[in-house]
DNA sequence: CAGTGGTCTAGACCACACT
DNA sequence: GTGTGGTCTAGACCACTGG
């Protein structure tokens, strides 16, 4: 059930397998209690705990006290948003024809705090990207050495990264967490994206990890709010509380 | 520093105690180690840990494995954006106390294209958003004038809208489609939200519709960017390919 | 190397729900 | 009372960062 030999820390393979057990309805009300669930797997009850805390806030299982840990009925929107099914499906999606153009893809060191949620050294790989031949946003990817390198052996004026992440490399992307804002963009990236000096830009910032919890990408990107909107559908959540 | 007499959790208190602490800039970049917390509070690491963790999924705080957690500069107000919350619930999430001042609340005739996704006459509110005292965003709600004028004889200084539309007036909020991008504040709503004239906001579109398929409100929402933030989890469907 | 967060164990007692 | 989740301890070892 639980492969001691992997590095995959214990929790994160519990809860992988618990989260699979409910997607197949394996586990359709309740979820067995936490000692029984210490018992099957062999681990102790912190480690159980560590597992059964991220479902439940993902949204998959609630816990009662006293009564149990049950399967939410309602459970959470898991599609991956298009705005991370890549840039070239979304502007394809309209009708438009997108394109790419390689500005930088160099080694260098993340002392950034966001940026360090990577290893000490990171990959930068840096796009503008066009819509119709309009540039529209300009995108920044850090990885890991490891990721980067192989990466940057691609050509990335015509590929999916993400496809190549995937396909090419075999990196099953699991999860993603995205901030939306706006800042001012910077002067030398103003005239990429032919805006003027001082105007601001939809920020987008993202953290990407794989099913074994490490970091696989950290990105900024920056889009022309003239050219770019991000589209959200969500339903009202009853989760009474 | 922690009352063990109470009957609060010592790693609810603690991490109360480290949240303020952000809040009020004392911990700026980085807060103490684990094991320094562990002196501190006279606690166990992992009552340290589960606080910490807390922290971390709230958006306040970031590790980093090696080098110490830190403080996230991002915006204090995050808003989730897998379900539809209203600013009472995002601002009250983030331990922060919200208000509203009513601005407008009248009959109006929707010739715009967006508002008339509702009928030819529309009931428009408009409220000043605070989060501790200080503003955040203006919000412009449009309605049905049958929905409207029954909203308009509640106090709208107090109430959380979207509470009496679905325990006062029975209409069960299902599905809305947001977008979100930015774009310059108007001059005349610039010293409502005590920002210099010409700055960025984020701005929110949004219509919901409620079970039947009725377009039950559009939206307009302008946040300062400084003050808030979108974000949101994506994660990828094991059991698709 | 020392310091940091990451993982994990074994065990204890408390608070709550049900019978 | 029995079984559940909630809280907490003390201690161990691993993995990563940085000097």
Not at 125 to 132: M, S
């Amino acid at each position: 059930m639980i492969d001691e030999t992997l590095y995959i820390p214990l929790h994160i393979q519990l809860s992988k397998s618990l989260e699979e057990k409910i997607k197949t309805h394996e586990y359709v009300e309740r979820i067995p209690s936490e000692r029984e669930l210490m018992d099957m797997y062999n681990v102790s009850r912190t480690t159980v705990r560590e597992a059964v805390t991220k479902l439940v806030n993902d949204g998959w299982l609630i816990k009662v006290h006293g009564k149990g840990t049950y399967v939410n009925q309602r459970p959470p929107i898991q599609e991956w948003l298009s705005s991370l099914n890549s840039f070239t499906e979304t502007v394809r999606r309209m009708g438009m024809i997108p394109s790419s153009k390689l500005l930088t893809s160099k080694k260098l060191v993340a002392d950034e705090q966001h940026i360090s949620v990577l290893k000490n050294e990171v990959y930068m790989i840096e796009r503008l990207r066009y819509a119709d031949g309009k540039p529209v946003a300009i995108e920044q990817h850090y990885y890991p050495i490891s990721i980067g390198k192989r990466l940057a052996e691609f050509n990335l004026d015509q590929e999916t990264i993400y496809d190549l992440l995937e396909n090419e490399l075999g990196i099953m992307l699991d999860e993603a967490e995205q901030f939306i804002t706006t800042t001012v963009i910077e002067e030398h990236l103003a005239k990429f994206l032919e805006i003027p000096k001082g105007s601001n830009v939809l920020l987008v910032e993202r953290t990407i990890i794989d099913s074994k919890g490490n970091v696989i990408e950290y990105y900024i990107g920056k889009y022309r709010p003239d050219m770019y909107t991000f589209r959200v559908k969500t339903k009202r959540n009853i989760t009474k509380k």
